[in-house]
Structures are given as C-alpha cells and as structure tokens.
C-alpha cells in the first residue's frame, strides 16, 4: 500500500489556506489506497478511465465525490452519469449534450468544467478561446437544451517542464480567460467559479496563480507505471 497521509494533510492544509480543494487523483491505484485516503477524511478523488471509475465506485463508499478528470468519449458518458460529481474535461458541444442528455435521464445536474488547451504539448486535449466562446454563446442562445447541466469553471493542464515561467505563464493565460468568459458569456456567473489547475510538480504554482482545485496524484499515491 502506498498512500501519503502526511502529504495528504500537508497539501490539503495549503490548499485550504488558499481557498482551493484538493482532488486526490486515484487513476490505476488499487481501492486499498483510496481507502486509506478516504479514512484520512478525505472525500474527493480524480479518475482518468471510465470504467476503472464504475468499478470502484461500486465498491468503495457512496460519500465519496469523484471528479472525471480524463478525456471522456461521448458514448461512454452513460456508465459515469448516475453518480459522477464534477466532469473536468468538457472540450465540444457535442459531448456537453450527451452530458445533459445523460443527467436528465438520472434526474440530475452535473457540474461540468470547460478544458482549455494551454500547454505547448500538442498531444493535450482541450479547447482554444476560439472554441470556447463559440460554446459558451451556443449555451446562452439555447439554455433549453443544457438545463441539466451547471458550467463550474474551467480546467487546464500546463506543459510538463522544468520551466516554471512557461507554466505560470499558462496558468495566468487560463485564469485571464476565465475572466474574460465568465463575464461576457456565462449567464450564471457565480456558478462558475472553479479553475481546475495544478498536478503534483506544479501546484505550488498554480495556488500562487488562483487555482480553487488542484489534482494530485503521484504525490499522495506514489509514482504510477503508466
Ligand atoms: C494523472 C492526472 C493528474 C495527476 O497527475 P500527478 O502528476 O500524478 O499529480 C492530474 N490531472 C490530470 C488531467 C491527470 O490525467
């Protein structure tokens, strides 16, 4: 077993001071693990793989929120719909509607965040500002066709490098459309509130440049083989 409580209290004692909420990214671990975080009083967890996730949900307890934080193919959004809290990794409209589709059948509302791409990575999913506004205007033209849904904020991934100004920099960008959008084109704006930033190398980063919800994996779990 390899789960971090002392750096699960540790990051989540700075977060907290920061006005963020941890995710503890649990993709590949065993149940064991997330249990022993879990028994830490912790109750968010991240997963990447769709069903990986209905598997230890069935499981592990019905308390815990857990946040999809992968990218997420539109016709399996049917197997996370019943239960998943917050969807991370909305990049089209097309999934956005399978989401509410998917949520008015459970009799739900599900947070989504918006991914943004801003890292130099081409291999990284996410919408440009481009993208991005031409949805959020789609879901103001059309509030009918998105009503099980609720637009929490945005999410991004930085480039993986040592350079720490590169990912400030993208960290700032994310932040600085955030913004942007939430004042122009979101017709609840205190829903929208989350900027999903930071992983394990760069999170002290993205607290300095106002991320509310960090997504640590390696940190608490160990380093993962894939
Ligand atoms: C795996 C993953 C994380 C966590 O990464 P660590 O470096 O282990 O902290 C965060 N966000 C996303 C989208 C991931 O896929």
Known sequence: MSANVTELSRISALAEAHHARLVAVSKTKPSEDILAIYNANHKIFGENY???LVEKQGILPKDIQWHFIGHLQTNKVKYIAPFISMIHSVDDLRLLKEINKQAARCHRTIDCLLQIHIATEETKFGMDENELVHLLKEVMVHPENYHQIR???LMGMA???QDQELIKKE???LK?????VREKYVAHPPHFKELSMGMSSDYLIALEEGST????GSLLFGKRNN
């Open 171 to 173: 960290f700032q960008t």
């Open 176 to 180: 600085a459309l955030f913004g942007k």
């Open 213 to 216: 919800l960090l997504r640590i």
């Open 159 to 161: 480039t993986n490098t």
């Open 50 to 52: 769709v069903q990986e």
């Open 151 to 153: 637009l929490c904020g």
